[in-house]
């Protein structure tokens, strides 16, 4: 596993306490989990990604992500509905452990775009890693 | 006692080092108030001898024995097992080994459940099936639920009448703390499920049949399948009788989406109910839905080809409260005695024995019949059908005792509307002799 | 080390069944026909299944070769906590397969099945007398079906109750069938922490504990091996909200005639005969997991269950209050055979003395590795001890390295990871059938493997090396599932 100063946080991404990032990207924002999340889970076998058309609140679990002996829920960071999933995780889920931030998973029209607001810097989700 | 190896010198030993000053001493952590104080009612031990006497007393109190010939299937089922199957399931490296938690120690185990559920899969037209299931009634259960799951909004599930009564009675154990509704569907006067009702239903996650089902009729499933796609429900079937696929339409090429049932057909003797195995299989978009073990194919550090178990994130040791079923403990030896049994037979065996038990069936079909018995059902049925005498059998059915058959099993008990009519089970071990026997009592 | 019993010999290697035959073989002896061929409706006929045909020698020499790549207890010491790998009587197999037992047709009437009857009625009266319970049910196939029927019974009580529970308390030492089993059943699971000593304290039950809780589920000795001392605290409070105990009897080897169950307070226990009653675990099954309730409990126990009725041993089907049935007969009669025969083996005294050398064995393993391998419970310990990786970290060497290890050895490793609470568990349940000898073999190879991995890290990394396959691609075994044999040609 990584040791802290290796993580890769980076700057332009909102993140969550459940280690899922955020990209607003025009209209709509990418979903993703951070490089520690993925640290963690180790060896990704399998990520389960809700329909397009669903639609979540802030906090709502959208998905999992397993491992070979552990499963880890996903939690939408803002509200909205899904426009889009990152369909090349159904045979490669192992992109997210080579880069989670450039294999997203979902794409989302949020419905309250101030929540993107409320999401932790990557100083401060940096902070609450180091506990 | 022989199984305990503590000489009075280890044990002294032994507490010498934790510490301890008697064998008592060591449950000094458990309060006075929870101690055991009864004296328990148990015989004195006994040694191998005098257990095997006192067995054999027991044994001989009954009255139908192994030198019976039971006409009689309704979910066990007499049929040969060959010696090399007994002998190899005996096999103390199969025998005494735990669930193959550590593959390297486990390829045994491994490669014969994998080739378990290879022949299984193959058998029933699945693309999945896992390691087995208790029994075929907390498989149908299971299958309810996994349709359920499945479902994800839908609140009802439908079932056959025309399933094993205990079938259905296990499964409504396992709903009924639930919100779910389960459904019977009646069954048409030729013996078949009637699914005409099914239409007026809504919210129907999963629609169950058996064929062939109970009374040994075979169902239409293709046209069942149809009819139950249409209303947007899975389509489960079961069955007690796996060798029935040996000459019968595979239930995955009927359109079948889960397929589960008993498989003490396959090597086991009947055993009083158990051990049989639930065998439990699904189509490949349903995968992650299944409950159970499964064991997948990989390879090792050196490339070389092994078995591991797999897609272990559904069940209860990872995934806890949300896991696809509780279970842990399967049928594991039993599901390796199937795939022994599977493998002496061969197709080419399969078809010969499955034919063999529907002509056997037939046989007796036609010579009730031809002495004034009525097929109750019309339908046409595999090595079970159900027949009504045109005067009370039971008098007949004492005789036929006193010559050592057991001829039928009495429908009033399960089916109350079923009173007086016989449900038979033929299978290879029935000879010509014995099904002459019955029909000639029926005359006189 | 001297004398180690791993070692390597001659494996021999044997493809899959389907790559080995050919059409027109028989592996077995199919009857004559005495009866003539009956037409059949062309449209019901399947197209041929597709198995391999192969002689009797194939599949003898087949199962044979697999046999030899598995472990059993019959090999060597199995020391996997929670399971109690202890030795399975070959006497127990024989009375299994009496013709007369073996051949029982399960729908005929009573007076025609005494003796199965009998066995069920006596091995029912058995249990009960040694958990101090009053009534049980033979039906559950296994653990975790026990659990299952628990549940349905607790529901059962509650609805009759007229009272509406939604959550149920589980302890978060407890195995992942106790919250699987409670879920089934519509329970929310509240988890309830342990304290520093590993155990349950009642205060902390009591705090949440309330009416729409409909009890509680406790694994004692619990899965660190340690027995819960406010279990009858703990009933207390849990009953004075209308709650219902349930013990996972896992672990009931530990206690045998020394704990009552009744007395713990306990309403519903499942026996898990596979374990604590040695009937052999199959490579996963079949078990058996009869269920133990209180007088007050009888009514909703599963039904058919067998009654002495003036000489005649029946079965009762019918009871209104039952939750009905769980298997669609007996549950699994040829393993309750096995701990029929093993009870009358050995008796009451035998098993109180199985019990106490089953601590006394956990306990002598406990106190010579305590010095060499983490213990994050220090206290004496019951049927199993639980160590930790933490000692090793240092050298990068983690549980899962030392379980391989001990494969080189010629030893089952222990349950490793579980319990949850303690990262990197090991978990050691050596059994009373384990000789003293063997024990100190087993200890003495523990030490050499912390050695090892103090000085030779990448020995113990690599392991196993002597076994039949190295360590196997579980990641690719999930990732692109290969479930039944047709994705992968043969490799030549």
């Known amino acids: 596993m990584k040791e802290l100063n290796e993580l890769n946080i980076p700057e332009d991404l909102g993140y969550t306490e459940d280690h899922e990032w955020a990209q607003q990207t025009g209209e709509t924002i990418k979903i993703g989990v951070s490089d520690y999340a993925q640290d963690q889970l180790g060896d990704i076998v399998f990520a389960e990604l809700p329909a397009v058309g669903d639609t979540f609140n802030k906090g709502d679990e959208f998905g999992t992500l397993e491992s070979v002996k552990a499963v880890s829920e996903l939690y939408i960071p803002m509200s909205g509905e899904i426009v889009a999933i990152n369909e090349e995780l159904d045979d490669a889920p192992e992109l997210v452990n080579e880069d989670p931030y450039k294999n997203w998973m979902i794409e989302i029209k949020p419905s309250a775009t101030e929540e993107y607001d409320q999401l932790l810097s990557a100083s401060a989700y940096m902070d609450l890693l180091k506990g | 006692?022989?199984?305990?190896?503590?000489?009075?010198?280890?044990?002294?030993?032994?507490?010498?080092?934790?510490?301890?000053?008697?064998?008592?001493?060591?449950?000094?952590?458990?309060?006075?108030?929870?101690?055991?104080?009864?004296?328990?009612?148990?015989?004195?031990?006994?040694?191998?001898?005098?257990?095997?006497?006192?067995?054999?007393?027991?044994?001989?109190?009954?009255?139908?024995?192994?030198?019976?010939?039971?006409?009689?299937?309704?979910?066990?089922?007499?049929?040969?097992?060959?010696?090399?199957?007994?002998?190899?399931?005996?096999?103390?490296?199969?025998?005494?080994?735990?669930?193959?938690?550590?593959?390297?120690?486990?390829?045994?185990?491994?490669?014969?459940?994998?080739?378990?559920?290879?022949?299984?899969?193959?058998?029933?037209?699945?693309?999945?099936?896992?390691?087995?299931?208790?029994?075929?009634?907390?498989?149908?259960?299971?299958?309810?639920?996994?349709?359920?799951?499945?479902?994800?909004?839908?609140?009802?599930?439908?079932?056959?009448?025309?399933?094993?009564?205990?079938?259905?009675?296990?499964?409504?154990?396992?709903?009924?703390?639930?919100?779910?509704?389960?459904?019977?569907?009646?069954?048409?006067?030729?013996?078949?499920?009637?699914?005409?009702?099914?239409?007026?239903?809504?919210?129907?996650?999963?629609?169950?049949?058996?064929?062939?089902?109970?009374?040994?009729?075979?169902?239409?499933?293709?046209?069942?399948?149809?009819?139950?796609?249409?209303?947007?429900?899975?389509?489960?079937?079961?069955?007690?009788?796996?060798?029935?696929?040996?000459?019968?339409?595979?239930?995955?090429?009927?359109?079948?989406?889960?397929?589960?049932?008993?498989?003490?057909?396959?090597?086991?003797?009947?055993?009083?109910?158990?051990?049989?195995?639930?065998?439990?299989?699904?189509?490949?978009?349903?995968?992650?839905?299944?409950?159970?073990?499964?064991?997948?194919?990989?390879?090792?550090?050196?490339?070389?080809?092994?078995?591991?178990?797999?897609?272990?994130?559904?069940?209860?040791?990872?995934?806890?409260?949300?896991?696809?079923?509780?279970?842990?403990?399967?049928?594991?030896?039993?599901?390796?005695?199937?795939?022994?049994?599977?493998?002496?037979?061969?197709?080419?065996?399969?078809?010969?024995?499955?034919?063999?038990?529907?002509?056997?069936?037939?046989?007796?079909?036609?010579?009730?019949?031809?002495?004034?018995?009525?097929?109750?059902?019309?339908a046409p049925t595999f090595n079970e059908f159900v027949v009504e005498f045109p005067q009370d059998f039971q008098p007949a059915h004492q005789r036929l005792l006193e010559q050592n058959i057991v001829a039928g099993l009495e429908l009033g008990g399960l089916y109350p509307k079923l009173k007086g009519r016989y449900l038979f089970g033929i299978t290879e071990t029935t000879s010509r002799q014995d099904m002459d026997k019955v029909a000639d009592e029926v005359q006189s | 080390?001297?004398?180690?019993?791993?070692?390597?010999?001659?494996?021999?290697?044997?493809?899959?069944?389907?790559?080995?035959?050919?059409?027109?073989?028989?592996?077995?002896?199919?009857?004559?026909?005495?009866?003539?061929?009956?037409?059949?409706?062309?449209?019901?006929?399947?197209?041929?299944?597709?198995?391999?045909?192969?002689?009797?020698?194939?599949?003898?020499?087949?199962?044979?070769?697999?046999?030899?790549?598995?472990?059993?207890?019959?090999?060597?010491?199995?020391?996997?906590?929670?399971?109690?790998?202890?030795?399975?009587?070959?006497?127990?197999?024989?009375?299994?397969?009496?013709?007369?037992?073996?051949?029982?047709?399960?729908?005929?009437?009573?007076?025609?099945?005494?003796?199965?009857?009998?066995?069920?009625?006596?091995?029912?009266?058995?249990?009960?007398?040694?958990?101090?319970?009053?009534?049980?049910?033979?039906?559950?196939?296994?653990?975790?079906?026990?659990?299952?029927?628990?549940?349905?019974?607790?529901?059962?009580?509650?609805?009759?109750?007229?009272?509406?529970?939604?959550?149920?308390?589980i302890p978060d030492t407890a195995h992942g069938t106790n919250p699987a089993s409670a879920a089934l059943c519509g329970y929310r699971s509240i988890p309830v922490k342990s304290n520093e000593n590993g155990m349950l304290d009642a205060s902390d039950v009591s705090e949440l504990m309330d009416e729409e809780t409909a009890g509680i589920m406790i694994t004692n000795p619990n899965t660190l091996g340690l027995f819960e001392g406010q279990v009858r605290q703990i009933a207390e409070i849990v009953h004075a909200k209308g709650g219902l105990v349930y013990g996972d009897g896992a672990n009931m080897n530990a206690v045998l005639g020394v704990a009552d169950m009744k007395k713990c307070g306990v309403d519903v226990l499942h026996l898990n005969l596979h374990k604590t009653f040695s009937t052999p675990h199959g490579g996963g099954g079949p078990g058996a997991g009869p269920v133990c309730v209180t007088k007050e409990l009888e009514p909703f126990l599963p039904v058919p269950r067998a009654y002495k009725d003036g000489d005649l041993y029946r079965l009762e089907l019918d009871r209104k209050e039952s939750i009905g049935r769980v298997h669609g007969f007996h549950g699994n009669f040829g393993v309750l055979v096995r701990a029929y025969s093993y009870i009358l083996s050995m008796g009451a005294e035998g098993l109180l003395r199985a019990s106490q050398l089953a601590v006394l064995n956990a306990n002598y393993i406990r106190e010579q590795l305590k010095d060499v391998f983490h213990l994050p419970y220090p206290q004496p310990c019951m049927h199993e001890c639980v160590f930790s990786d933490q000692l090793q970290k240092d050298y990068k060497v983690t549980t899962l390295d030392m379980a391989k290890r001990l494969i080189d050895y010629g030893f089952h490793p222990p349950t490793i990871y579980f319990p949850l609470i303690v990262h990197g568990a090991i978990m050691i349940e050596p059994t009373e059938t384990e000789c003293k000898e063997d024990i100190d073999q087993f200890i003495a190879t523990m030490k050499e493997i912390a050695r090892e991995a103090r000085e030779e890290p990448d020995k113990v990394r690599n392991a196993p090396q002597l076994s039949k396959v190295r360590r196997l691609d579980e990641v690719h075994a999930a990732r692109c599932p290969c479930l039944i044999g047709t994705c992968t040609p043969p490799e030549q």
């Open chain 2, 1 to 378: 006692m022989r199984y305990l190896p503590h000489t009075q010198e280890d044990i002294t030993a032994m507490l010498q080092v934790t510490g301890n000053k008697s064998l008592e001493d060591l449950f000094s952590g458990i309060p006075e108030s929870c101690r055991m104080t009864n004296d328990w009612q148990l015989p004195e031990p006994k040694t191998e001898w005098e257990l095997n006497d006192h067995m054999q007393a027991i044994a001989q109190t009954m009255k139908v024995d192994q030198n019976f010939k039971v006409l009689i299937g309704a979910g066990s089922y007499h049929h040969h097992i060959p010696e090399t199957v007994k002998a190899l399931m005996s096999r103390s490296e199969f025998l005494t080994a735990y669930t193959p938690y550590q593959p390297e120690m486990a390829q045994g185990t491994l490669q014969g459940i994998f080739e378990y559920q290879t022949l299984t899969a193959r058998l029933l037209g699945m693309d999945v099936v896992n390691a087995s299931m208790y029994d075929g009634a907390s498989a149908l259960a299971e299958a309810l639920l996994m349709g359920l799951r499945i479902g994800k909004k839908k609140t009802k599930v439908a079932v056959s009448a025309a399933i094993h009564p205990h079938y259905r009675a296990t499964a409504a154990a396992y709903l009924c703390p639930t919100e779910f509704e389960l459904i019977e569907l009646p069954y048409l006067e030729d013996g078949r499920t009637d699914l005409s009702g099914l239409s007026d239903l809504e919210d129907v996650a999963a629609v169950a049949l058996q064929s062939p089902n109970f009374f040994g009729v075979i169902e239409d499933l293709t046209g069942a399948g149809q009819v139950i796609h249409d209303q947007q429900a899975l389509f489960i079937t079961c069955f007690s009788e796996p060798l029935a696929y040996g000459l019968l339409k595979k239930p995955g090429d009927c359109g079948a989406d889960i397929v589960c049932g008993e498989g003490q057909s396959f090597g086991l003797s009947r055993s009083f109910g158990g051990p049989g195995l639930g065998m439990f299989g699904c189509k490949q978009p349903f995968t992650r839905n299944l409950p159970g073990r499964l064991v997948g194919e990989t390879t090792d550090l050196d490339g070389k080809r092994g078995y591991v178990l797999t897609l272990a994130t559904r069940e209860q040791h990872i995934r806890r409260e949300k896991a696809t079923s509780n279970i842990c403990s399967n049928q594991g030896i039993c599901a390796m005695t199937a795939g022994m049994y599977m493998a002496s037979l061969g197709g080419t065996g399969l078809r010969e024995l499955s034919r063999l038990n529907y002509d056997k069936t037939q046989y007796l079909k036609n010579a009730l019949v031809a002495r004034g018995a009525r097929l109750f059902f019309e």
């Open chain 3, 1 to 169: 080390m001297k004398n180690r019993v791993g070692t390597s010999g001659l494996i021999l290697d044997e493809p899959l069944l389907w790559e080995k035959g050919k059409k027109g073989r028989k592996g077995m002896s199919i009857p004559h026909s005495d009866v003539p061929s009956s037409p059949l409706d062309e449209e019901l006929i399947g197209a041929p299944v597709d198995f391999p045909d192969l002689s009797e020698v194939d599949v003898v020499r087949h199962y044979t070769r697999l046999s030899q790549w598995n472990f059993g207890v019959d090999s060597g010491m199995y020391p996997l906590g929670s399971c109690t790998m202890k030795y399975n009587p070959k006497i127990n197999e024989k009375q299994a397969a009496t013709p007369q037992f073996a051949a029982a047709h399960p729908m005929l009437d009573d007076q025609y099945s005494q003796g199965v009857l009998q066995i069920m009625y006596e091995l029912q009266n058995h249990l009960a007398d040694i958990t101090g319970l009053d009534a049980v049910s033979l039906q559950p196939a296994a653990g975790a079906h026990g659990e299952l029927t628990g549940m349905l019974i607790f529901n059962a009580y509650h609805q009759g109750h007229h009272s509406k529970r939604t959550k149920i308390l």
